[in-house]
């Protein structure tokens, strides 16, 4: 098992910036895939930001790229998304999940769920 705990949301006026965190605890944080999805009300959960377990590999979702960064740090078992230039269609809750293997853009693929954190972003 793995639990994940999402922190960092809020809300903020377009073209500003959060750090979303998810911290994990449970089995090794180190041999799990990342990714980050998001919610939007009436929407399908859709991908964001991955990162492989090593960390050399990091994949966005094309209306993120540029503005987004994924990164992790093993030692804190904590994975973090930096989102700046924020924009009001980025409002959604956000959500991160593990697997084992390599990273997916699919929701299916991952084993564990935190509860959320909701991001809004005002015009």
């Known amino acids: 098992q793995v639990q994940l705990v999402e922190s960092g949301g809020g809300l903020v006026q377009a073209g500003g910036s959060l750090r979303l965190s998810c911290a994990a605890s449970g089995r090794t944080f180190s041999s799990y895939a990342m990714g980050w999805f998001r919610q939007a009300p009436g929407k399908e959960r859709e991908f964001v930001a991955g990162?492989?377990?090593?960390?050399?590999?990091?994949y966005y979702a094309d209306s993120v790229k540029g503005r987004f960064t994924i990164s992790r740090d093993n030692a804190k078992n904590t994975v973090y998304l930096q989102m700046n230039s924020l924009k009001p269609e980025d409002t959604a809750v956000y959500y991160c999940g593990v697997k084992l293997g390599a990273s997916s853009r699919y929701s299916d693929a991952y084993d564990y769920w935190g509860q959320g954190t909701q991001v809004t972003v005002s015009s």
């Open positions: 990162k492989s377990w090593n960390g050399y590999n990091t």
